[in-house]
């Protein structure tokens, strides 16, 4: 599975010492900051925390066993968790993928992301913001809230029985005046409910649940 495959990949890539520019941050057991308005290379750490402040900017950002954030109007080529979750606030950029294995992923209002938005575990939720490469989960729940709009659906995959399972429904939200464009296709058992003013794609797997007002 491709979330795998970046847990191993970040596990064991990260510890090593690597020919980096003079741009680049890696860190073993500690945080890293990109200060407002600064810019920075490749980001990466282990057992640390990654904030961009509010209008930085860095080509990715990678981590095992901590956060990301980044904050208003910041931007970042690519981002990527392991056991972490991934914040990005008020019109911050992703110009690629956000992938986080056991870690919420929270986009604020006018946050954009130009690839694929994905998780194995953890709450995902979009604020008024722009995904144009789908969603897809495992055992998370999905809220896409008021005026967010999505190109590319959503896709919930079947668990693959292993150490990342949990025994629950993941709860799926579109929320008032939202947009999914592409298929909605659950491959296990969802709780699907749909506001009566948004705009959804063709649903295969689950029968939507219509509700009317800010919150099912």
Known sequence: M???LIALA??????LAAIAS??????INGDIRIDA???AGDLSTVNGDITVADGASARKADTVNGGITLGERATVGSVNTVNGGIELQAGAKVNGEIEAVNGHIELARGAEVSGHVSNVNGRMELAGAHV?????TVDGDIDVGADSR????????KPNGGWFHHSRTPH???????????????RREVVLQ???SAQIGPVKGATPVKFSGAQP
């Open 132 to 136: 144009t490469g789908g969603l897809e």
């Open 150 to 157: 999505v190109e590319g659906g959503i896709l919930v995959e």
């Open 37 to 39: 308005g600064q810019s």
């Open 10 to 15: 970040l596990a064991l890539a990260l510890p």
């Open 172 to 186: 799926i939200v579109i929320g008032p005046h939202a947009v999914v464009q592409g298929t909605l296709d659950f």
């Open 2 to 4: 491709r979330h795998l």
């Open 22 to 27: 003079d741009n680049d941050v890696d860190k």
């Open 194 to 196: 749909v506001s009566d």
